[in-house]
């Protein structure tokens, strides 16, 4: 049996430039692995593709983005023998941390080891790119800036030490009516070389000002609660805060442990789904 790690991923900046043709969005975003991770486990079959999984509201069928990850391969690869995927869930589900995405690389990562496909992470995140657009850089992990859909994956700095408070309220956002509802016209962009650079130079309180997700307002606009869960963080004394993806988990940083415990006890009174995890920023390797 292989097991792999699957962390979720932050968005410290996303930037939306434009609409493009096929329906996507080309985009700039800077994403960085936090310490909250789902595990998966494979085991080998003689056919045919089972994903059993310990939340119940996880799709168990072609549906789960770690089915087609490891679809994809045993077509390409010609392969007759299958396997069963478990998944131990600890991210929380549409909640913008890519947790279907880290799923799916982390199925990738394991199946081309269980399978002997030998293949590098570069090859195992294009063809992740076929599934879904946050898998490319949930192959590698790290920190990295992701542009053209998202794919396009540029390794950056791992950010200075700090400690990420994550709450994600009980409503489901849909990240395709999200990219739906913005106009391209009045997008505030984040400042998205301000933030390499303060990546660069390890600059804690320089990337605290930096972070800027231009689908905020729209995830906003639809759920109020969001907005009420950032001003709260920020009372209870987070250096700053950001929605994450498409929402509608808000994270806050800061410095210090002894920071979070105000911040995590002040909204778990009235948030179901709050986690104090640390920043890993280090890229995966293939083991
Ligand atoms: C919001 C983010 O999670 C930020 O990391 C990603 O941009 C979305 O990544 P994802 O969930 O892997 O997205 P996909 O499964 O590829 O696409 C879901 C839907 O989101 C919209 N979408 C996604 C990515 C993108 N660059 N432009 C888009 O307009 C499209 O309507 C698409 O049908
Ligand atoms: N392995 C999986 N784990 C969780 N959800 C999955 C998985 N595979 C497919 N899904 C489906 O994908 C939807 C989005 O779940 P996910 O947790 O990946 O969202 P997300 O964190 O918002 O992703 P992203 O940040 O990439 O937009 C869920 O509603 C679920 O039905």
Redesign the pocket.
């Known amino acids: 049996m292989i097991s792999e790690k699957a962390p979720a991923k932050i ?1 410290l900046t ?1 930037d939306v430039l434009q609409k493009r043709p096929d ?3 080309e ?1 700039e ?1 800077i ?1 960085t692995t936090v310490d909250l991770a789902d595990r998966i486990w494979l085991k080998p079959l003689d056919r045919g593709i089972t994903i059993r999984s310990s939340e119940r509201f996880v799709p168990n069928d072609k549906r789960n983005l770690a089915w087609q990850a490891a679809d994809i391969l045993r077509k390409k690869f010609d392969i007759r023998s299958g396997v069963e995927i478990t998944l131990d869930k600890n991210i929380p589900v549409a909640a ?1 941390l ?1 947790g279907g ?1 880290s799923d799916a690389a982390a199925t990738l990562r394991g199946l081309n080891r269980m399978w002997n496909l030998g293949l590098s992470l570069d090859e195992l995140a294009v063809l992740g790119a076929s599934i ?4 490319p850089f949930c192959v590698y992990g790290g920190t990295a800036l992701a542009s053209g ?2 794919e396009q994956i540029q390794h950056l700095s791992v950010p200075p030490n700090c400690w990420v408070v994550l709450a994600k309220p009980p409503i489901s956002v849909s ?2 009516d999200i ?1 739906g509802g913005l106009d391209i016209q009045s997008i505030e962009h984040p400042d998205t070389a301000g933030m390499m650079e303060a990546l660069a130079s390890a600059d804690y309180e320089n990337m605290c000002k930096k972070v800027g997700n231009a ?1 905020e307002p729209v995830t906003m606009r639809l759920h109020p609660q969001v907005s009420v869960l950032k001003e709260q963080m920020l009372k209870f004394g987070a250096d700053t805060v950001l929605m994450s ?2 929402g509608p988990t808000v994270f806050g940083l800061v410095e210090h442990e002894s920071q979070v415990a105000r911040i995590y006890n002040g909204l778990k009174g009235f948030c179901p789904e709050v986690y104090a995890v640390r920043m890993m920023g280090e890229r995966i390797n293939l083991a």
């Open positions: 968005n996303l329906g996507f969005h985009v975003m994403m913008g890519a995405s879904g657009s946050d898998i859909r998202g990240t395709a990219y689908l993806g498409s």
